[in-house]
């Protein structure tokens, strides 16, 4: 095909911001505790399992009905919806007190794009054909279908009671002690995001800040949100709010031990862990032809699925391998930058 451009138009990049606050902290936190299939992977893993211990009552219970119905999304939604680099929790259940039925469950209820808005609204008013076409667009998610059906049954009151009692539990638990400790990390790390931000095209930053994440311009995306957090390293979390791309991203060693020269990126060092094994070797080479399924992946390596489930899970945390459609495949820009990294870490 032969193509002449007369267009003089640039792809358009989006905006990038950044917000932090110990209330994304402690939502998050709320998120990975409860995170079974994932809690063994994170760096606080060994601190989650000594707080299930030590937690009251009243705090596990709560967790318990985070974990059976997903409300940590609910938090998180709501958060975008509030002032959400405040620290104020008061205002916060304030503003979620104030809210009527129908927005409550609208903010709650998860984005799908400019096409699904409509229907987002008339599910968060009820309407069952709505409900059934957002948990359709939510098809291929383990728990999003589930999660639209509970918030368009619950009942708000209660929903709104245990919200803020687990935010307030946790904040209690987790956050008070160290808070101070906790904004000193989230504000080196934003300032030294953002003396970074002029120097990077949008696309650059992005993958600067996030451990590598690669993402390009979408259409209906005019702005990306960068969250730090200590909370769910060494995963990057992404979610999309109207307009906007947002990535949990997890901060690194640097924001939180500046004076210690010799301390590597916890990342860096998940990444060569993750490549001291011969299976998970195997894995990468095997994912360097193509893309392929946990399925092929068992036969082609004569594995068992539950010991391929595992390895790919490390490999996963350590951004060394993705999942995109059913497949898993290999992040080659993350494994070539790793003698860079080593450069890097020997030189600073």
């Known amino acids: 095909m032969n193509l002449l451009t007369i267009t003089g138009r640039k792809r358009e990049s989006y905006q990038v911001e ?64 509030f002032e959400s680099n405040s620290n104020d929790l008061d205002k916060f259940n304030d503003y979620v007190h104030n809210l009527n039925d129908e927005q409550f469950k609208y903010y709650c209820l998860p984005y799908f794009g400019t096409a699904l808005q409509q229907c987002r609204t008339l599910a968060a008013n009820g309407n069952q054909e709505s409900v059934d076409s957002m948990k359709e667009a939510a098809k291929d998610n383990p728990f999003l279908p589930t999660y639209i059906e509970f918030i368009c049954q619950v009942n708000v009151v209660d929903l709104k009671m245990h919200l803020l009692a687990v935010m307030s539990l946790w904040i209690e638990a987790v956050i008070h002690a160290d808070a101070d400790h906790l904004l000193t990390i989230l504000k080196r790390d934003f300032d030294e995001k953002n003396s970074m931000k002029e120097k990077l095209s949008p696309e650059e930053f992005v993958a600067w800040a996030t451990d590598g994440t690669e993402y390009a311009p979408e259409p209906s995306v005019h702005r990306v949100l960068l969250i730090p957090q200590l909370t769910y390293r060494p995963w990057t979390i992404v979610s999309d709010i109207e307009g906007t791309k947002v990535f949990y991203y997890p901060i690194p060693n640097t924001s939180i031990f500046p004076d210690d020269k010799y301390l590597p990126n916890y990342l860096f060092i998940q990444k060569h862990k993750a490549l001291g094994d011969e299976v998970r070797l195997r894995m990468i080479k095997l994912l360097s032809e193509r893309d392929y399924s946990l399925k092929e992946i068992t036969e082609q390596l004569e594995l068992g699925k539950s010991t391929v489930h595992h390895h790919l899970k490390i490999l996963r945390a350590a951004s060394l391998v993705g999942n995109r459609s059913s497949n898993y495949y290999l992040k080659e820009q993350s494994l070539a930058a790793l003698s860079k990294e080593l450069e890097l870490y020997l030189q600073q």
Do not use: C
Request: hydrophobic share 40%; glycine share 4%; charged share 20%.
């Open 18 to 81: 950044l917000e932090y606050s110990l209330l994304w902290e402690s939502a998050l936190g709320i998120a990975a505790i409860t995170n079974t299939p994932l809690v063994d992977t994170l760096e606080k893993n060994g601190e989650f399992e000594q707080l299930r211990l030590e937690m009251p009552t009243a705090l596990k219970n709560e967790l318990d009905y985070v974990e059976q119905h997903n409300t940590w999304k609910s938090l998180l939604q709501l958060l975008h919806a």
